[in-house]
């Protein structure tokens, strides 16, 4: 079945394909290159009305749904991943989480933000708590009015470059007592105590910045706590959940990739002409490209449906099942239809000047960032088994009811 899109949303895929194709496309070689972030693509997507989307019209927004955004994620990553990725933390991850937990004041200050470009930064990961995410120490102490924040991140997309940064950290009462975990929001350049660390040098993407995040006594003032709807004591659940809607993100990413590939070796093979014939006519690539458009049509639908769910209790977010389901199968999916792309255009793939280089390099990371497949299969069988299984034992996924 082909999904069914709206006429709605078959116009923003167009305008999201004709900027990708015209603008953000032709400069993806260099802005690999450069390895700098990609300001003037931001101002591309800004000027488009494709940041922000999901911003609800009260907070100035066009209130759009997950999948909206995901159309146009998809046809940004076909062009530049990088480009894809920006594409989903402008309206997708800690937006998400602001839009449905924060105080009016906070969601006014984080729409605002996103709608002029921002991409705010989520800081789970602890150079000790990766996918043991649960297992963080970076703490947050109550004193009087505030909470003062101490303790490091790696590997946090955007640092420098994100104005918002949304922070998960373990909570102590006064008394030195532990809360549960908590997410906290730090403007760069406006909150003392925020700095950043070394930058990892990447093997794809690497136009955004993957950062050290630190913070040393960095005061958070109550109106900057992002409280969970159960407090403190789900908190890390329930920030989890908003993280879903990432997660679909990162997995369209993937899936705009390998689209793009797929189209670029679709092209070459009919063009490129061995034994008098275009290579498209021997039997071994046709199936190749087959397998392809198989394997890229069950990504696109279990994302599409991902991004159309609501988790239990009629969550705001996707499905978190439905979501890994999608990441699982796009990301390696995705891994294997670029490669196949490569193989298509013989030596010539494996040229630097061959976009399918960066595309194999760029595409590696979705089976890691996000959740790795591995973590993610563990949320699938939490579900499919019914059972908790909790995240400090390596599992995720907590029932409706918990
Ligand atoms: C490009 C990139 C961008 C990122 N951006 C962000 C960001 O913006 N914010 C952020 O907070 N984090 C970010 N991350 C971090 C990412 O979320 C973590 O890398 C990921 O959660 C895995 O943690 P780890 O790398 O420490 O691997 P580890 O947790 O050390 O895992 C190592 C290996 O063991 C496997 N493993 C671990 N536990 C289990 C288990 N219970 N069962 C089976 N297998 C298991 C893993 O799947 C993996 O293969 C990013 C990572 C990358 C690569």
């Known amino acids: 079945m082909t999904w069914q899109l709206t006429a709605d949303q078959l116009r923003i895929q167009a305008e999201a394909r004709a900027l990708a194709k015209e603008v953000i496309g032709p400069r993806a070689a260099a802005v690999d290159e450069a390895e700098q972030y990609p300001w003037e693509n931001v101002e591309a997507l800004q000027h488009a009305g494709f940041t922000g989307m999901t911003v609800p019209a009260e907070f100035g927004g066009p209130g ?17 991943g990088v ?16 839009m449905a937990y924060g105080t009016a004041a906070q969601k006014a200050m984080a729409a605002e933000l996103v709608l002029g470009g921002d991409k705010p930064a989520i800081c789970i990961t602890e150079p000790d708590a990766g996918s043991a995410a649960s297992k963080m120490t970076t703490r947050a ?30 909570v102590f009462d006064e008394q030195g007592a532990e809360e549960g975990i908590g997410g906290f929001l730090a403007v760069r350049d406006e909150t003392p105590g925020l700095s950043f660390g070394s930058r990892e040098p990447t ?11 630190i913070f040393e006594d960095m005061v958070i003032a ?22 879903n809607s990432q997660r679909v993100g990162a997995g369209t990413v993937g899936l705009g990739i390998a689209a ?62 439905m979501a890994a389901q999608a990441k699982i199968f796009t990301a390696e999916a995705a891994i294997e239809v670029v490669s196949d792309a490569l193989q298509v255009f013989g030596a010539a793939g494996y040229s630097r000047r061959n ?48």
Not at 365 to 383: D, P, Y
Request: glycine share 8%.
């Open 83 to 98: 480009t894809g990725r920006i594409a989903v933390e402008c309206n997708m991850g800690a937006i998400s989480a602001v």
């Open 222 to 243: 109550d109106d900057m706590v992002l409280l969970p709807p159960s407090g403190f004591r789900r908190g890390f659940a329930d920030l989890m959940s908003a993280y």
């Open 64 to 80: 759009r749904s997950f999948l909206d955004a995901v159309l146009v994620v998809e046809e940004m990553a076909k062009a530049c």
């Open 260 to 321: 793009g590939a797929y189209e670029l070796a679709l092209d070459f093979a009919k063009e490129r002409h061995q034994f008098e014939r275009p290579i498209a006519e021997f039997q071994g690539l046709q199936w190749m490209l087959a397998d392809m458009s198989v394997k890229l049509e069950a990504a696109r639908s279990l994302t599409y449906r991902a991004a159309e769910s609501h988790g239990p209790n009629d969550s705001p977010f996707p499905d978190p099942a």
């Open 203 to 213: 093997m794809g993407l690497r136009a955004i910045p993957e950062m050290e995040v």
């Open 141 to 170: 102490d109550r004193r009087g009015n505030t909470y003062v924040l101490n303790g490091k991140k790696h590997w946090i997309t955007g640092g420098t470059v994100s104005k918002l940064h949304l922070i998960f950290a373990r």
């Open 355 to 402: 976009p399918l280089e960066r595309m194999y390099r760029d595409v590696r990371m979705f089976t890691i960032g996000g959740g790795t497949a591995q973590i993610l299969r563990t949320v699938v069988a939490s579900r499919i088994l019914d059972m908790r299984l909790p995240q400090e034992r390596g599992g995720f996924l907590p029932k409706p009811t918990d």
